[in-house]
């Protein structure tokens, strides 16, 4: 983990769960751990996670005041809808046992997962999902999209959301360590991201006194 007391960004990457059997290598995440160590950015605090509970949890270290703000970014394997943390790591025959359970190895639209990071809400600037697809409006055949889940982050956390609607590359970060493929010109494809734009949150209008008779 990089941590630092002058973080404006924080990244997540996810890792295996503890007690996990067998190898926990993989190429996307291990070229994306390189490539935000290589840019040395005092403003990008860096964690690993394998649930929904220990996003919370850093959280809660990074925004403990009130006054505290941050750009968050995710970063896992991913379908539409749902962003794998510590599922990826999961036997298939453990996968349906285990990951949409607490303390919840896979983002997505769950009511129980989503309401660790209900606290959090206003305190976030912007969050960004890296994860290839996982913005997409197509579904392939899941029970939600993309779209789904950036809305449903954007109203609980009442910030702009994106989630990647392309196939995402490890090495694709600015100097800050925020994922940013537009500004990498030597690509020649166009990239897409799916965005929920934060709710406008308005109070409701004083009522008025009626008028006496009326």
């Not at 990074?62 to 970063?75: C, E, F, H, K, N």
């Amino acid at each position: 983990m990089i941590s630092s007391d002058r973080s404006t960004i924080v990244t997540l990457v996810a890792t295996a769960p503890a007690g996990t059997v067998g190898s926990t290598d993989d190429p996307f995440i291990d070229a994306t751990l390189r490539t935000l160590a290589s840019k040395k950015s005092p403003r990008n605090r860096i964690a690993r996670v394998s649930s929904v509970r220990e996003i919370d949890l850093e959280l809660s270290n990074v925004l403990s005041r009130p006054q505290d703000r941050a750009r968050v970014q995710i970063i896992g394997h991913a379908l539409s809808g749902g962003l794998a943390l510590g599922a990826f790591w999961l036997a298939a025959p453990e996968l349906q046992a285990r990951a949409f359970r607490f303390p919840y190895y896979i983002l997505d639209t769950s009511p129980a997962a989503l309401g660790l990071l209900s606290k959090h809400a206003g305190k976030i600037a912007e969050l960004l999902l890296v994860g290839c697809n996982i913005g997409s409006a197509v579904s392939f055949g899941h029970p939600i999209n993309g779209r789904t889940l950036t809305y449903t982050l954007a109203e609980l956390l009442r910030c702009d959301v994106l989630g990647a609607d392309d196939v995402i590359s490890p090495d694709e970060f600015d100097d800050s360590g925020w994922y940013a493929p537009g500004a990498q010109r030597a690509r020649p494809k166009g990239w897409r991201w799916t965005v929920s734009a934060a709710p406008a949150w308005a109070e409701p209008a004083p009522s008025r006194p009626r008028p006496p008779g009326a």
